[in-house]
């Protein structure tokens, strides 16, 4: 997709400029957890958009308008086979997009070949510091019911997520290169990471040699992300007593580098502050290592909770051990 980054940029700020698009400026601050750095935003001026439940309050007998279709002309950035590439209404991050299915599809449902195409060669054309992520399930922290995968730009060439920072720590990765000829990759758990997860490397060399070959792409992250997914359903039936599939919610990551599934068992943590219980929505980029705050009260919980990687925790699904 020549050229995608500059026709999202002139979209942004035309969008931006009239209206059409609202961005919310915060501050981070830093803090370090077992090897890795997470990042909490604050962004309080977050906490007046209206949520979905203000809106069952206010319109109880109105069904809630589906955004994507139509979507607003003024945030389409470009028009796919399958899919759209549209503007995030409400950004955070600057030139953050959602590719979207033009026709209807549940937010319950996998990913499929093309979506993950779609996605792969949309994060690719953005560059090396982008992270797509895929909020499956009521319990995921999915704001809209109808299918999209988010792509996040981050700051700095080549910046990825702090998850990755534990990524790296495993030694010599073996990912899997094209299908037939070669095994599945190796799946992976992340040492430090005290919840049920699986992490998937990718091969990157073949990624970018067959870049715009859309049927090698398509079957090489089709058998990535669904040995993942058979991979994550066999941990949950060895460490967990659920075997009923069917509902369950998880969160995706998806970077250059990897792949990693997070099932989950509820949406929202809870934190203490000053003796008050504070719930926090966690989606996708909490397990990237990239949390939201909308209030004072849930910024200053999060800097000052002792590991943030045991509160993530509480919204996962636990080890056998544990």
């Given at each position: 997709m020549p050229g995608l980054t500059e026709l999202i940029e002139q979209r942004y700020n035309d969008a931006l400029k009239n209206k059409d698009l609202f961005?919310?400026?915060g501050s981070i601050s830093k803090k370090h957890v077992q090897g890795m750095e997470f990042e909490i935003t604050f962004v309080p001026s977050l906490a007046k958009k209206p949520t979905s439940d203000d809106t069952k309050q206010t319109e109880p007998k109105e069904k809630k308008a589906n955004p994507?279709?139509?979507p607003d002309p003024a945030l389409v950035v470009k028009e796919l086979d399958h899919h759209r590439i549209v503007l995030n209404k409400f950004c955070v991050v600057p030139h953050h997009i959602l590719v979207v299915t033009k026709e209807f599809k549940e937010q319950t449902q996998p990913l499929f070949p093309l979506d993950l195409y779609a996605t792969w060669e949309t994060m690719a054309a953005i560059g090396p510091s982008a992270v797509a992520f895929y909020n499956c399930g009521p319990n995921s922290g999915a704001s809209q019911p109808h299918k999209h995968v988010q792509i996040m730009p981050l700051h700095g060439q080549g910046v990825q997520p702090p998850i990755a920072a534990l990524y790296q720590e495993i030694t010599n990765p073996k990912p899997s290169g094209p299908f037939p000829r070669k095994q599945l990759a190796e799946v992976y758990t992340l040492?430090?990471?005290?919840?049920?997860?699986?992490?998937?490397?990718?091969?990157?060399?073949f990624l970018d040699s067959n870049k715009g070959q859309q049927d090698a792409l398509t079957e090489y992250l089709h058998q990535m992300f669904f040995g993942l997914l058979d991979n994550m359903f066999q941990q949950i039936r060895e460490n967990t007593t659920n075997n009923d599939h069917s509902k369950l919610s998880y969160n995706f990551v998806m970077t250059r580098q990897f792949m990693m599934l997070v099932p989950r068992s509820k949406e929202h943590c809870v934190l203490e502050y000053e003796g008050d219980q504070v719930e926090l929505s966690v989606n996708s980029l909490?397990?990237?290592?990239?949390l939201l705050a909308k209030t004072d009260k849930e910024r200053v919980a999060l800097?000052?909770?002792p590991d943030l990687l045991a509160l993530?925790?509480?919204?996962?699904l636990?080890?056998?051990d544990q």
């Open positions: 961005y919310f400026e994507f279709l139509p040492n430090k990471v005290p919840f049920l997860h699986v992490v998937m490397p990718l091969d990157t060399h909490g397990f990237a290592g990239l800097e000052q909770h993530l925790q509480q919204v996962c636990p080890w056998a």
